[in-house]
Each structure stands twice: as C-alpha cells, then as structure tokens.
C-alpha cells in the first residue's frame, strides 16, 4: 500500500497538496470553532469554566450533557491540534 500511495503522491505537485490539506485543516477548524460558539452559548461558560463547575455531575450525568461535555472536549482537542498542523504547514511554506 505504501508504494501505491508514493506513486499517486508523485505525480500530484507538491502546493496542490499543501493546499489541499490547509484547506481541510481550517475546514475542520471551522466546524471545531463553530461547536465551541454553540456551546458556550448554550452553557453561558467557556469548556473551562463548563469543566471546573462540575455540571455533568451536577446534572445526574444525563446523556444531553454528558454528550455536549465530550463534543466540547473533542472540539477543543481539535482546534489545539489543527492550529498546530496549521503552523507546521506556515512554517514549511516559509
């Protein structure tokens, strides 16, 4: 699977595919961002603050918010790792 993988890579120039992964990178970002906004405004709290009130326990750990907690946790997971990949790929632009 690597070779056919090195040879399909070859053939594709080299900023169609760094374009290609910006482009799905800040995609996923949006979507990341855009839960993040959903979710403070349905909480009135940022994850942080969400996680330290212990609201879930609060809540008799019902699916509805233990269900939004891992979301938000993902989503924040995510925003961390795709900015970071964002700033690899700036750096190799550079």
Request: no cysteine; glycine share 2%.
């Amino acid at each position: 699977m690597e070779n056919v993988a090195a040879k399909f890579l070859k053939n594709i120039p080299e900023m169609d595919i760094m374009e290609s992964l910006t482009y799905n990178y800040r995609r996923r970002l949006t979507i990341y961002k855009l839960t993040d906004e959903k979710m403070k405004k349905k909480y009135g709290m940022d994850f942080e603050e969400f996680d330290k009130s212990n609201l879930v326990k609060e809540k008799d750990f019902t699916w509805d918010v233990e269900s939004d907690a891992m979301e938000w946790e993902h989503s924040i997971a995510g925003m961390k790792y795709v900015e970071k990949k964002l700033a690899e790929i700036k750096k190799y632009e550079s």
